[in-house]
C-alpha cells in the first residue's frame, strides 16, 4: 500500500501520521488498497475547522470519503467509520459472490402463495 499524507494549514506530526497509517493497515485484511491519498487540513473561517479526506484505490470503484470535526483526530476518525464501512460492504459482497448467492424474489421461493 502506497501511503500519501498532505497537510493544510495543519503541523506535521508524527504521532497523527503514524495512526492514520495504522488505521488504514486495519483495512487491509477487508480490501487490497492499492494507494491511499488522505488530506489533513484546517480552515479558521470554518466550523467545525478541521477536514479530513480520503480516497482509496483498490480494485473496483474507488472509495472516497470526507468529513469535519473539532480536530484532526476526530476528523480522521469519522472518515475510517466510513472507509470500515464501504470496505465491509465490499468484503461482502464479494463474498456472496465468490459463493454464488443470487437474490430470489419472495414470489418464487419455495411455499409462496402464488398459484
Known amino acids: 500500500?502506497?501511503?500519501i499524507l498532505q497537510h493544510a494549514n495543519v503541523r506535521v506530526n508524527d504521532h497523527l501520521d503514524s495512526w492514520i497509517e495504522e488505521c488504514l493497515r486495519s483495512l487491509l485484511p477487508l480490501v487490497r488498497i492499492e494507494e491511499a491519498h488522505v488530506r489533513i487540513e484546517y480552515s479558521r473561517e470554518?466550523?467545525?475547522?478541521?477536514?479530513a479526506s480520503a480516497h482509496l484505490l483498490i480494485?473496483?470503484?474507488?472509495?472516497?470519503?470526507e468529513a469535519s470535526d473539532q480536530t484532526a483526530r476526530?476528523?480522521?476518525?469519522k472518515v475510517m467509520e466510513q472507509l470500515k464501512e464501504g470496505a465491509v460492504y465490499r468484503a461482502?459482497?464479494?463474498v456472496r459472490k465468490s459463493v454464488g448467492e443470487r437474490r430470489?424474489?419472495?414470489?418464487?421461493q419455495p411455499g409462496s402463495a402464488r398459484r
Open 92 to 94: 461482502a459482497r464479494r
Open 74 to 77: 476526530t476528523a480522521f476518525a
Open 59 to 65: 480494485p473496483g470503484p474507488d472509495l472516497r470519503v
Open 104 to 108: 430470489v424474489p419472495a414470489f418464487l
Open 1 to 3: 500500500m502506497k501511503l
Open 46 to 51: 470554518s466550523s467545525p475547522p478541521y477536514k
